[in-house]
């Protein structure tokens, strides 16, 4: 039997992570959920923002769901970001954010692109330091790191074409980067995509400064299929995209590595609506969705996108989206749908 550990963080995460379970369970799977903590509500009555047992639950299962969690403002001593704790834990190097059309009028239509980014290097590496009155950051760019990461956006691009046949145009990986300045490590991470390409004659390359590619999101966003890049520009392009279907509380997301995968929505713990049972609980949906595609279940995966467009079609829709209905709502429909 399949185990999803679920971690629910806090905020608006204790909402949307029970409805996308709920969601899973209603597939009549045979899923085993076990549950974990890990947070900032957490942290203030142990100590330990993910302790060691949430760690060996997601070993143990392989495969998590996440909500999301509070950063505290200022430093906090002690804590530490559960999700950035997981990523190195389990280095998981690759984040997936698909970012699809919704049948409704607050999403561009025909969109279909993934962006693949790097996950645990580049300016977010941890590097960082003052001198005098100069701050420096550092922006480490390995071959290893970068290798790995530009094979997952072309095993992804072959995956895609030959899933649901929806381009017919053919595959095709963007590189997108800034060698132009930062010629030493962008010009490496462009050294290692074309070095990549060539084993995958199949799938079309194409590489595009990160400046441009911002505006292209916005101008042509229809016209692009796998995007891969580093990890701050993947941070900033896919709360960028996620804009164009709907906004941060949609965009689904995974973290994946060689021995487990996080798959979490793209937002925040909104602590804002937190507890208001408004929060739009798509984004954790259709994470769940990825969850079941990563673990062979592509065939419940597509009832829940299918049962999650219905749901839209039919108009139940969260604030967010531009509707008065509430999480049970939204997610009551989903289950109705499915
Ligand atoms: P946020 O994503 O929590 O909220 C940004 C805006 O989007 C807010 O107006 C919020 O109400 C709205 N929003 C977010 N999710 C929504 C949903 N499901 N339904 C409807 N509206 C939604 O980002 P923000 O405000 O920058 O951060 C809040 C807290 O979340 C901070 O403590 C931050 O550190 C944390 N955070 C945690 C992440 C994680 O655990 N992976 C990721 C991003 C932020
Ligand atoms: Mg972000």
Redo the contacts with the bound molecule.
């Keep these: 039997m399949t185990k999803i550990c679920l971690i629910n963080?806090?905020?608006?995460?204790k909402e949307?992570i029970p409805a996308a379970a709920e969601v899973l369970a209603a597939l009549g799977l045979g899923l085993e959920f076990v549950e974990a903590y890990a947070g900032?509500g957490h942290f203030t009555h142990s100590g330990d923002a993910i302790p060691d047992a949430t760690l060996a639950d997601v070993a143990a299962c392989g495969v998590a769901l996440?909500?999301?969690?509070?950063?505290?403002?200022t430093k906090v001593a002690g804590y530490r970001?559960?999700?950035l704790a997981l990523r190195k834990a389990f280095d998981l190097y690759a984040n997936l954010r698909p970012v699809q059309s919704l049948p409704g009028s607050f999403s561009r239509q025909d969109l279909n692109l993934l962006i693949v980014r790097e996950n645990t290097e580049g300016l977010y590496a941890g590097r960082e330091r003052l001198d005098g009155d100069t701050a420096i950051a550092e922006r480490v760019i390995t071959r290893r790191g970068s290798t790995r990461i530009v094979r997952v956006a072309f095993e992804q691009a072959r995956k895609r074409v030959r899933g649901s046949g929806f381009r017919d145009r053919g595959a095709v990986v963007t590189v997108v980067h800034k060698a132009n300045v930062l010629k030493v490590t962008d010009g490496l991470f462009r050294e290692c995509a074309l070095a990549v390409a060539k084993d995958y004659p199949d799938v079309a390359m194409k590489e595009m400064l990160v400046d441009a590619m911002a505006m292209r999101l916005v101008r042509d966003p229809e016209n692009f299929d796998v995007i891969v890049t580093t990890n701050l520009f993947g941070d900033i392009l896919s709360d960028e995209a996620s804009a164009l279907i709907g906004?941060?509380?949609v965009a689904p997301s995974a973290n994946v590595g060689e021995k487990a995968a996080v798959f979490?929505?793209?937002?925040?713990?909104?602590?804002?609506?937190a507890g208001q049972g408004?929060?739009?609980?798509i984004?954790?949906i259709l994470s769940a969705a990825m969850l079941l595609d990563h673990i062979g279940q592509g065939e419940a995966a597509q009832r829940m996108r299918r049962a999650v467009n219905a749901t839209i079609e039919q108009g139940v829709l969260?604030?967010?989206l531009g509707g008065m209905a509430t999480t049970r709502e939204v997610t009551r429909g989903v289950v109705g749908n499915l």
């Design positions: 963080g806090d905020g608006v995460g949307v900032f996440f909500g999301a969690t509070s950063s505290p403002s970001s559960p999700i906004g941060l509380g979490e929505p793209v937002h925040g713990s909104a602590p804002d609506i408004v929060a739009n609980p984004g954790a969260p604030r967010d």
